[in-house]
């Protein structure tokens, strides 16, 4: 895919429900993620925008491949449904695990790993190699997981979305991030931690976050972080 043509494609993404499908099959695939998020941080974006880039993202690169549960030698993997308990990655550039709830652990060997997208694994508690490399992070509904400890690995990911995660009630591990410029965490109680709003103000780089909370809490991230909060 032509880098400058991506924003065309986002610009032409329809409001109409029923056209969504059509424009979601029309998108191209792309070989890495690394081109678009460099993009997408340094071009202007509308609010509507973001969901069309989230989608672009998702069917374009997370889930270009038909879903099967064939690891070796895949670059782009992406499992659906399955009942997979242990996944090893080799060579893999991306890996989607969608509706996974035997999964219990995720190693990432593969050096080129950039991208991990899980969802629904309620028995997911052990994510562990080269996750210093991942520059999109998605982990939805991952409720045994410990996200302070991966966090903390975190040297490239710049879009993280830790959304459908109750449990997480801190992101201090993320104070000070250069790289993250989209945060997703609705669904979660982050905003119930007193530092949280001091945190997210420290991220440097974030344009835009998604976040669980009441009208009080929205004033008070919307004063500290103008423009930002969805």
């Given at each position: ?74 670059k782009h993997v ?26 219990e652990s995720i ?124």
């Amino acid at each position: 895919m032509d880098i400058s043509s991506f924003k065309k494609y986002i610009k032409l993404a329809p409001e109409n429900v029923s056209e969504w499908q059509r424009w979601e099959n029309s998108l191209p695939t792309f070989d890495s993620i690394l081109p678009i998020l460099d993009y997408v941080y340094n071009a202007e974006w509308q609010r509507d925008d973001w969901k069309a880039i989230m989608a672009f993202i998702r069917k374009g690169y997370v889930e270009q491949n038909e879903s099967s549960e064939l690891v070796d030698g895949i670059k782009h993997v992406n499992i659906f449904n399955s009942k997979v308990i242990n996944l090893k990655v080799d060579v893999a550039i991306s890996l989607n695990c969608s509706i996974v709830r035997s999964l219990e652990s995720i190693n990432l060997c593969s050096d080129s790993v950039e991208s991990l997208s899980v969802s629904h694994a309620s028995k997911l508690s052990e994510i562990t190699g080269n996750t210093q490399n991942l520059s999109y992070l998605s982990l939805n509904k991952c409720q045994k997981l410990d996200f302070g400890s991966i966090i903390s690995t975190l040297d490239s990911v710049k879009i993280l979305d830790l959304s459908g995660n109750p449990q997480l009630s801190s992101i201090d591990e993320l104070r000070g991030n250069k790289n993250i410029f989209a945060l997703y965490l609705v669904e979660t109680n982050v905003i119930k931690t007193k530092e949280t709003v001091e945190i997210l103000a420290s991220i440097p780089n974030l344009k835009k976050l998604w976040i669980k909370a009441n009208k009080k809490e929205l004033e008070l991230l919307r004063e500290a972080l103008p423009g930002i909060v969805n």
